[in-house]
């Protein structure tokens, strides 16, 4: 069942609409509150449910792991970067309590360059799992392939 | 000029009590407005249905002590300095916007009604002109529409808009009218009708605008709070704290991965305003 969102809860802030991957979460323009305009078109990836700041937004457990009559909830906490989910089953009996991390070190700050790894040795290149890698990737010899090194250009349009 | 009471020639020419029965009607129309919106939307069933439901599940029980202890600090809270409002310009022009508002139509119905203290011609004019800059910066800047949705200030949605462009044209003309000279010829005339229509369009269409939110989100905002108390909380989980030693327990995965006293990770999808035009 596709996402829908608590129109009282809801503040009209628009985190979900940015975040929706498939462009359906939408502010009606007259109660100027979120509102999800395909339900056809709704993956239930979570992608809104997680990201609106009031929790205004409620969707149907997956089958695998939801009973009928269940309720799902999470909440994603960016600053303690964790996510917890409650699974309640329809007679409250089952009341499942989860939390994992979802980040171990300050968002945005620490993310890897490339650049910084050195590139494996020539033993690792010669090792087991390495010894197959392709050519083109230049883990013989060289640099990378690319377009421009090979005095090739990439033209606009279409070619058959 | 902002001390003159601008109804003193208005009731010398159709007389206070015209002013009073037109004031008196509008309190009616409000008030018969709020009950029609509740009995035709059926917003007071569904809110003490769901009530029920979160009764339902409740963890704990509240004393009647606790609730009013919440009552309270939704009042200084959520009432008086809107602190439902994340985003700090929302909440300020809201602040203004109300106050001016309500100190509008106190002063209104105060000098209306015969007062002759000279404090109410100076709250009038702070009044309206609060509720004009408030109100204004909402409008133009601030509506989601306008920053988030990379519309235009002017395309205007009749039912979404009714209640802040007529709060707006109310309090514009009636500072107009009151710097034009208060009268009721010429220039002062063509302010005056536009402030009451404006002031009548607000008054009479509390079914259809937003109007209402006045009365329901002091009771939302309370019954949120006795989700929290009781532990139902919307079937929502408890986060807790990372470095609590109970959590760190319960999670064997927090300390492994994320050591004994996690950092405050800052912020990552919520760094940028959700701007999605």
């Given at each position: 069942m596709p996402t829908f969102v608590y129109m009282t809860r809801?503040?009209?802030?628009g985190h979900c609409v940015d975040i929706c991957p498939s462009d359906i979460m939408h502010i009606?323009?007259?109660?100027r509150r979120a509102y999800n305009i395909e339900p056809n078109m709704c993956?239930?990836?979570y992608s809104c449910v997680k990201a609106c700041p009031h929790h205004a937004i409620d969707v149907r457990g997956y089958a695998d792991f939801a009973p009928l009559g269940h309720s799902v909830r999470v909440i994603r906490d960016e600053e303690k970067g964790v996510i917890a989910w409650r699974i309640k089953s329809r007679n409250g009996e089952t009341d499942l309590n989860l939390l994992a991390p979802?980040?171990?070190?300050?968002?945005?700050?620490?993310?890897?360059?490339?650049?910084?790894v050195t590139g494996p040795s020539q033993d690792q290149r010669n090792s087991q799992l390495l010894?197959?890698?392709?050519?083109y990737i230049r883990l013989d010899d060289g640099d990378i392939h690319t377009l421009e090194s090979n005095g090739l250009e990439l033209k606009e349009g279409v070619y058959y | 000029m902002l001390s003159t009471n601008p109804f003193t020639e208005l009731s010398a020419a159709i007389g206070a009590e015209a002013m009073q029965i037109y004031v008196i009607l509008m309190f009616i129309a409000v008030i018969v407005g709020v009950i029609i919106d509740v009995v035709h939307k059926k917003s007071a069933a569904y809110f003490f249905e769901n009530a029920k439901k979160a009764e339902k599940a409740a963890k704990r029980s509240i004393s009647s002590g606790d609730k009013m202890s919440m009552a309270a600090s939704t009042l200084t809270?959520?009432?008086?300095?809107?602190?439902?409002?994340?985003?700090p310009q929302r909440r300020v022009s809201h602040l203004m916007t109300m106050y001016g508002f309500i100190i509008f139509v106190v002063a209104n119905v105060a000098m209306i009604f015969g007062?002759?203290?000279?404090i109410w011609p100076l709250l009038w004019h702070l009044g309206a002109l609060s509720l004009a800059v408030g109100g204004g910066w909402f409008f133009f800047a601030i509506r989601v529409d306008v920053?988030?949705?990379?519309?235009?200030?002017?395309?205007?949605?009749l039912r979404g808009d009714l209640f802040i462009v007529s709060l707006l044209v109310m309090s514009v003309f009636a500072l107009l009218w009151s710097f034009s000279g208060?009268?009721?010829?010429g220039l002062s005339l063509v302010f005056f009708i536009l402030f009451i229509a404006a002031a009548t369009t607000l008054f009479t269409t509390v079914i259809w605008s937003k109007f209402a939110h006045m009365f329901f989100k002091p009771a939302a905002a309370y019954q949120k709070k006795i989700t929290r108390a009781d532990g139902s909380q919307e079937n929502l989980p408890d986060v807790g704290e990372m470095n609590d030693p109970a959590v760190q327990a319960r999670y064997p995965d927090i300390p492994e991965y994320m050591g004994t006293n996690p950092p405050d990770m800052g912020l990552g999808i919520k760094r940028e305003k959700p701007t999605h035009f």
């Open positions: 809801c503040d009209g802030c009606d323009p007259t109660y993956w239930e990836c979802i980040t171990t070190k300050p968002w945005g700050k620490h993310i890897p360059q490339l650049a910084d010894y197959n890698e392709p050519k | 809270g959520e009432v008086l300095t809107s602190s439902e409002f994340a985003n007062s002759e203290a000279g920053s988030s949705e990379g519309g235009k200030w002017y395309a205007l949605d208060a009268g009721l010829s």
